[in-house]
């Protein structure tokens, strides 16, 4: 086992590169929080309110588990030849976050793909709507609308 001095240093990095990722991660969501339209209609505004709540908890818990690690890192794992009862709160703490993390990663992929599916949906319906009406245009014999390109006449 290494001395507390060795698991003290290569916790304390680790921690910051959790926390680093943590700080990039908040301040992608932040940015593209900002950067959307403000418009949106109601079942897109519900979608990213949610997918903005499930991001934010997973920065907070990815800070929180940096902190935990710097914390768990420090302190000795035996105190008197016996297991030290606060070391391990703190790492079935660091275990338990990183299985929480794992399900919020999974359920905003989950959501995020049904939302693509429904868009997704949603654009072949209208495109097979403007088709349809585009077709029953030419079986009219009507002129194209102004957005269709005119025809060559050869």
Do not use: C
């Not at 992608?28 to 991001?55: G, K």
């Not at 709160?89 to 976050?97: A, D, E, H």
């Not at 299985?99 to 209208?126: F, G, K, P, S």
Request: glycine share 6%; aromatic share 10%; charged share 25%.
């Amino acid at each position: 086992m290494q001395p507390v001095s060795d698991t003290a240093s290569t916790g304390l990095f680790f921690s910051i590169g959790v926390g680093m990722i943590a700080l990039f991660l908040g301040l992608s969501q932040w940015y593209e929080w900002r950067a959307r339209d403000p418009d949106l209609p109601d079942i897109d505004r519900s979608h990213y309110r949610r997918q903005d709540l499930r991001r934010a908890a997973g920065v907070v818990l990815l800070f929180w588990l940096a902190i935990e690690i710097w914390a768990g890192s420090r302190i000795p794992h035996r105190i008197a030849d016996r297991p030290n009862p606060t070391f391990l709160f703190i790492w079935l703490s660091v275990g338990i976050k990183l299985i929480i993390l794992l399900a919020l990663a999974m359920l905003d992929l989950v959501h995020t793909r049904r939302y693509a599916t429904r868009l997704r949906r949603a654009m072949i319906l209208e495109r097979l709507r403007l088709v349809r009406d585009a077709r029953r245009r030419s079986d009219r014999g009507q002129a194209p609308s102004s957005s269709e390109p005119p025809r060559d006449p050869e």
